[in-house]
């Protein structure tokens, strides 16, 4: 893709999503990867997400262009958005990964629904020093840390209650 094209597309895009679609140009051309119209379509839409998602439901958002973006292609790209440090991808004990997308947004951890696989992102500053205190107290410094909580949701019209 040529400059005049990425700046074309830059400039359609929302001004709360220009900061990371620019990010991930910058970093493409650093790593000397192609910034194509593929790519940054399928960044466009992540980065107006506002929750997790999974390759396979990227992909649906998709399913009119399926001639021009495989499920190879959202994987590859993916990849590239992990290793770019500008998506998160979580194992949330399931058969497939989720994904969110990190520049900008704080720090939260996640409560999973088992049953009905809701994700709920929440952040509470006593479980942050009890890990800051516990980590000091066994001699080590965070780096970073991941909490997940998994349970029941107690919503009535959970899809899948048993």
């Given at each position: 893709m040529n400059k005049d094209r990425e700046t074309e597309i830059l400039?359609?895009?929302?001004?709360?999503?220009?900061?990371?679609m620019k990010t991930f140009s910058d970093y493409l051309q650093k790593k000397g990867l192609k910034i194509t119209n593929q790519?940054?379509?399928v960044?466009?839409?992540?980065f107006?997400?506002?929750n997790h998602f999974t390759a396979e439901s990227l992909l649906e958002e998709f399913k009119d262009q399926r001639d021009k973006i495989s499920k190879a292609t959202i994987?590859?790209?993916?990849?590239?958005?992990?290793?770019?440090?500008?998506?998160?991808?979580?194992?949330?004990g399931q058969d497939y990964k989720y994904y969110e997308h990190i520049i900008g947004h704080t720090h939260h951890d996640h409560?999973?629904?088992?049953?009905?696989?809701?994700?709920?992102?929440f952040m509470d500053e006593r479980i942050e020093q009890l890990q800051e205190q516990a980590a000091a107290s066994n001699g080590f410094k965070i780096t970073g840390h991941s909490l997940n909580i998994y349970g029941s949701c107690l919503d009535p019209i959970c899809p899948n209650k048993k």
């Open positions: 400039k359609t895009v929302d001004d709360s999503i220009r900061m990371e790519r940054m379509l960044a466009e839409r992540i107006s997400l506002h994987y590859r790209i993916l990849s590239i958005m992990v290793e770019a440090k500008l998506l998160q991808e979580h194992n949330f409560i999973i629904c088992v049953d009905c696989g809701r994700i709920v992102e």
